[in-house]
């Protein structure tokens, strides 16, 4: 029985720094229950949120011990009771796991696994469930971009700033992104953006104004609120919009920087965009609008997740220490089983 198994997994029993990952080889392999889908992990996408979490720094604290890890690509090991998606075989990917993606094999409910098309590889896959449906909740369904408005894209060399820029484009709007480094610049224009700058530069805020020849941007995807938003309102158009994706803390702002251009300060949760069972904040309706545009970008080819720095479980506690630390960066961090 899959109940007696057992897998290799990440573990926290603390929070703390990075060491407090802990690779375990004894850990129970969970059996699916009714609805629910038992995956064998191929790869696993790792996310700040996920180091904010393991730190105790989140709202939001698991009980201890627990798995980190929600974007998983796979192959289906099992499958509850009323499954009908998918099937055992099926190569798929997740938005949510129940049991934590940092394992040999993890359990997600049926509403949060999709089938990942054989034109993306299981990396790519594990790039997809918070970058792209935070992309989405963000830009449509927070800000209600418009076709010919203007984005920025404030840290867009990452899992979810790439997302944005691929999107961005494909909802018909004029995108400018930024990244830390040369590398990043290129990939961010690569992957959709009409101009890109380099948030290091001290004038680069001046550079952006210009290039909307004074009038501002119309929305702001913001990945480090903590740093930017004070410089993003000075920023914003008339009406404009900053949804706020990242920040690692505090900020003082001027709320006069709003009442000047009615302007607005939006937040968008990570785990809000791609958790089942919040019917308050989220409506079945809107999860799969998005899965909806995901499968279509999928198929027609636009959706094209870009895959960075690669880890072995037995790294994981690397992989949080670079993802906090890099000088920028380039693409979705991704753990491989």
Request: proline share 4%.
């Amino acid at each position: 029985m899959a109940g007696s198994r057992v897998m290799k997994a990440i573990r926290v029993s603390e929070f703390g720094d990075p060491s407090v990952l802990k690779l375990c080889a004894d850990v129970k392999v969970p059996q699916p229950g009714k609805s629910q889908v038992l995956i064998r992990v191929h790869a696993c996408g790792v996310n700040p949120v996920e180091t904010y979490i393991r730190a105790g720094a989140s709202s939001r604290k698991p009980p201890l011990p627990y798995t980190p890890g929600t974007d998983v690509a796979g192959v289906v090991d099992s499958v509850g009771d009323g499954v009908t998606a998918v099937k055992a075989g099926d190569r798929v990917f997740t938005t949510a796991c129940k049991s934590g993606g940092y394992a040999e094999l993890a359990l997600a409910t049926e509403e949060s696994v999709h089938k990942l098309p054989d034109t993306l590889d299981f990396r790519q896959g594990a790039a997809i469930g918070i970058p792209y449906f935070t992309a989405y909740r963000a830009l449509v369904q927070k800000a209600h971009v418009k076709a010919g408005e203007t984005v920025l894209i404030h840290g867009a060399s990452g899992g979810v700033g790439v997302a944005a820029c691929q999107l961005s484009r494909v909802l018909g709007l004029r995108v400018l992104g930024t990244a830390g480094t040369k590398e990043g610049m290129e990939l961010v224009a690569r992957n959709g953006a009409h101009l890109t700058f380099n948030h290091r530069e001290k004038d680069y805020t001046g550079q952006i104004m210009e290039a909307t020849g004074g009038k501002g941007v119309d929305v702001i995807i913001e990945m480090l609120c903590n740093v930017n938003l004070n410089k993003d309102l000075q920023m914003l158009a008339l009406a404009g919009r900053v949804a706020v994706v990242g920040s690692r803390g505090p900020i003082e702002v001027d709320p006069r920087d709003t009442i000047r251009k009615e302007s607005s300060i939006i937040g968008v949760s990570l785990y809000f965009s791609t958790a089942v069972n919040l019917s308050v904040l989220t409506t079945t309706a809107e999860r799969q609008e998005c899965a909806s545009l995901v499968y279509a970008g999928m198929e027609a080819g636009w959706l094209s997740p870009v895959v960075g720095a690669q880890y072995p479980l037995d790294q994981a506690a690397q992989a949080h220490l670079d993802i906090i630390q890099s000088a920028g960066a380039v693409g979705k961090m991704i753990l491989t089983m």
